[in-house]
């Protein structure tokens, strides 16, 4: 978490008042959110958030009040939330993942293939500012769940 802070220090410049902290609690709140959204949409169907992926949506998102170095600053640090979230919770394996009424836990690894498909393009395009150990972690966990998943079951 405290990669995840020095990003949000350059995003936004906070003052130490209570109604800085406060908006940096608000801000947590709203990476939270982020996070429950796309992984819960990973349980559905990848053709179901055709035509535009939850992912796309998130990263394309811009706003009028940013310049495109914030820009660049929030897109890594909701990837790496992200990447951080799916280390921590073991999308893979977590059997008590509640899936919804359209969702099958079987479309988590297209979904998470998609997803990292788009930090490739994202450090491609030089967007990206991640540490490269992150990304080694992500990837690794992805290649050794995906393999024990194809011998064992």
Avoid at 25 to 34: R, V
């Amino acid at each position: 978490m405290s990669s995840h802070k020095n990003l949000v220090d350059q995003l936004l410049s906070f003052s130490s008042s209570s109604i800085q902290s406060s908006k940096n609690s608000i801000y947590q709140i709203i990476l939270d959110f982020i996070k429950l959204i796309v992984s819960d949409s990973f349980t559905l169907h990848p053709s179901f958030l055709q035509p535009t992926h939850i992912v796309d949506i998130i990263l394309e998102a811009w706003s009028d009040q940013c310049n495109s170095k914030q820009h660049q600053t929030l897109q890594t640090l909701i990837l790496c939330s992200l990447m951080d979230h799916f280390l921590a919770t073991d999308i893979l394996n977590d059997e008590s993942l509640c899936v919804g009424p359209n969702g099958n836990i079987e479309y988590i690894p297209a979904n998470l293939i998609y997803f990292s498909a788009r930090i490739v393009d994202k450090l491609w395009q030089v967007v990206l500012n991640s540490s490269d150990l992150i990304l080694l972690s992500f990837y690794s966990f992805i290649h050794i769940n995906y393999f024990l998943r194809s011998v064992y079951f």
